[in-house]
């Protein structure tokens, strides 16, 4: 999973062990070789998946990390991108790959713009966030766009009930909570608290309008159905 260029596991043990905020700064120079990097191959289909929703001026990348998701931004928007995140590590190593981008110091449950851009994109950072979060969460994000501007975030499928993915996500959240109740700071990090139905319906209260639509570069499962879709959230005019 990780490469020699990555974080050692006394690093990796010492970031789990300490607050968010401070675990990404830990990690921020050795981040973009971890495999909990949103992959080139997401943002990629992501990019293509966006092109057509637009045209869109200005974008906002909600916790930004080292600046993954700039690069979709930078693809499908007119005019100035910025990234917001909470770690001084992350936002270093962001500025260094894309100097040109506006990049804010900020969390994300408070966000300091007025209503300022036409799309807000997030990668991968929905775990950090509890569920009765969320709803700040998306309420800032509307707060910060324009009306009609968009919101949108790749959401995989489930795995299914009963495999190896399923049991390891859920051994994961299993030892995170357990993590959590005997340790202090807390480090928030869970991968099945971010359920579409939930976060449909968090949204649509917050003031969006919601559609799915499907990453057909990432393909389709057994079933049909789509491996990862794009949740567009389109704030309402007013």
Do not use: I
Not at 83 to 94: N, Q
């Amino acid at each position: 999973m990780f490469t020699p260029q990555g974080p050692s596991l006394r690093e990796l043990t010492v970031q789990a062990l300490s607050s968010v905020e401070h675990g990404y700064d830990l990690l921020a120079d050795t981040f973009d070789a971890t495999p909990f990097r949103t992959s080139d191959r997401l943002l990629t289909a992501v990019t293509h998946t966006l092109e057509p929703l637009g045209p869109f001026d200005t974008g906002l990348d909600v916790c930004c990390g080292t600046g993954a998701g700039l690069g979709v931004l930078r693809a499908v928007c007119a005019g100035r991108v910025t990234g917001v995140d909470f770690s001084t590590g992350m936002l270093a190593r962001a500025r260094a790959a894309h100097p040109t981008a506006d990049l804010v110091r900020a969390d994300a449950l408070a966000l300091p713009f007025a209503p300022a851009f036409d799309l807000a994109v997030s990668f991968g950072a929905f775990g950090h966030f509890l569920p009765d979060q969320q709803r700040t969460l998306f309420a800032q994000v509307h707060a910060s766009l324009r009306p009609g501007g968009t919101f949108a975030f790749p959401l995989p499928a489930p795995p299914p009930v009963g495999s190896r993915l399923y049991w390891t996500l859920w051994a994961f959240d299993a030892t995170m909570r357990a993590r959590n109740a005997l340790w202090r700071p807390p480090f928030v990090m869970y991968y099945r608290t971010f359920r579409l139905t939930d976060v449909r319906t968090l949204l649509e209260n917050t003031g969006f309008d919601v559609s799915l639509t499907p990453v057909e570069p990432l393909g389709r499962r057994a079933d049909g159905s789509p491996r990862c879709r794009l949740v567009v959230a389109r704030k309402r005019a007013e």
